[in-house]
């Protein structure tokens, strides 16, 4: 279902002419109304003017996280205070949070990507969406929940966590849709299972999920397991919150990004160059609509591929793939990098084995170790002993095959390992660098 045809199947020379003359009017609102536009600008020799094309976008200066860390809390706002409706923040691994305002503007505009992304999982009017992204600062609750009212929907505000409610709530008020983290899915299956609930004979029959990355094999798992489709949604805080990029249900291969409103580009980490569509690089976005916090050339730290290949579903935008992981927290073990997706995909194909596991990196008499402890099923520690054996030196040698890294596998027992309901933590990694 596409929610707003005329904007998401722009051919693709009104889409650049409508992005040339957004850019143009934002470049010079930031470089008259955020004195750190200014002063980045100035020391780069660039003025809004000297966009003549959009591929000048190219000549302007990035913008990094902690450009907002450094400005914090509302130093990058462009709009005085009293506009500014709402707040969000994103907890960072580290010190202060990351602080993003919306003007009532920009509050609709979160609230038509939102529609659009639902709308493209199939969901609209008469469904009852059970939204279990967290409600707070974090931006995964409201930004579904504003989306879901907007189509029409029925939304649950239920938020994160306390999966027994969510189940008794679930069967009883009969949700259709369902969305949260993959990572919280696949637990409150678990719980599911626990509690003696058949899901599959339930109304639920998508689910929309994102916020952390996931493999295809990880999607293949959660279809099974609770009989619906799986689709992924990408966004972030900085650019808007969820909202950015969707799948559509058609096709189930590769996000939409909402050109209109954002535009991607891809760039080589290290050297800042852009790379060809096409290629894995940097997702870098430039907002064109936002009015509370636009961002020029954000780097987003997530690696992709974007697809210019027209979709069946007949959207024209562009569309990223998964992401393959993150340039910053991908692990660089014994020199050779890793992403922990790769090792996810090992670990997922593998009959018994289920979809929780962690990754461990030390530094043991100056050498990298990588431990990766994953749960398999409870049979298993009922059988010989060589049966585990067998299968951990399965996996070690496919990772090893993978990624080129020796590693060491623990199979753990169901539920040994820690269950999030939010973003899961993948990697623990306690090397002093
Ligand atoms: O996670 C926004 C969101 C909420 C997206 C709900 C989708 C659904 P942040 O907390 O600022 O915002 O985290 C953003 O999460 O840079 C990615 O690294 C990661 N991420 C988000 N969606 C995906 C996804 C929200 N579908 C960071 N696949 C981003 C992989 C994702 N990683």
Redesign the pocket.
Known sequence: MIWNEEYETLPREALEALQFRRLKSLLETVYARVPFYKAKFDECGVKPDDLKTLSDLGKFPFTYKQDLRDNYPFGMFAVPQEQVVRIHA?SGTTGKPTVVGYTRRDIDTWSELMARTLSGAGIGKGDILQNA?GYGL???GL?AHYGAEKIGASVIPISGGNSKRQLMIMKDFGSTAISCTPSYALSLFEVAEEEGYDVKSMPIKVGVF?????TNEMRTEIESKWGIDAV???????II??GVAFECIEAKNGMHISEDHFIVETIDPETGENVPFGEPGELVFTTITKEAIPLIRYR???IAIINRQPCKCGRTNVRMS??MG?SDDMLIIRGVNVFPSQIEAVLVEKKGVLPHYLLEVDRVDNLDTLEVKVEVEGSFFSDEIKELQRLTREIEKDIKDMIGVTCKVRLVEPKSIARSEGKAQRVIDKRKI
């Open positions: 994103s992204y974090f931006t995964g930004g994102g916020a952390e990355p996931w992924d949604i990408y966004g972030l805080s900085e919150g969820p987003t730290r997530d998964k992401v993150r």
